[in-house]
């Protein structure tokens, strides 16, 4: 299983971005997903995640910070992944990482760090004020 984090750039405060991840060795569609990042001086952390929830739709999750900026998707088409950010802040610069996981489960373990089993290379966001 590989996957490949790109879209990372420098861009100005209140301006987008959009990352993308894609997968090869393992279906998109089936596994649940994730966008965790890293700041400079600080622990990573989680950000976004999307997982199937068995039934008819896709469940996603954000970090309070971005809810209503960030949103997470995918395109089961290109097995691919994507986070768009808007209206972005100097606080989001960081490197940013995604991951997947063959395990579903609570809204609180998809956050975990710890739940994932495969991790993209990461690239950086810098927001410059």
């Known amino acids: 299983v590989q996957l490949q984090a790109s879209g990372g750039g420098l861009v100005q405060a209140g301006g987008s971005l959009r990352l993308s991840c894609a997968a090869s060795?393992?279906?998109?569609?089936?596994?649940?997903m994730g966008w965790f990042r890293q700041g400079p001086g600080k622990e990573r952390e989680f950000v976004a995640i999307i997982s199937w929830n068995g039934l008819n739709r896709y469940y996603t999750d954000y970090i309070d910070s971005v809810k209503g900026r960030f949103t997470i998707s995918k395109d089961n088409a290109k097995n691919t992944m994507y986070l768009q950010m808007n209206s972005l802040k100097p606080e989001d610069t960081a490197v940013y990482y995604c991951a997947s996981t063959p395990n579903g489960g609570s809204p609180s373990r998809l956050r975990s760090l710890d739940h994932y089993d495969y991790w993209g290379q990461g690239t950086l966001v810098t927001v410059s004020s």
């Open positions: 060795g393992r279906t998109v569609s089936t596994y649940a």
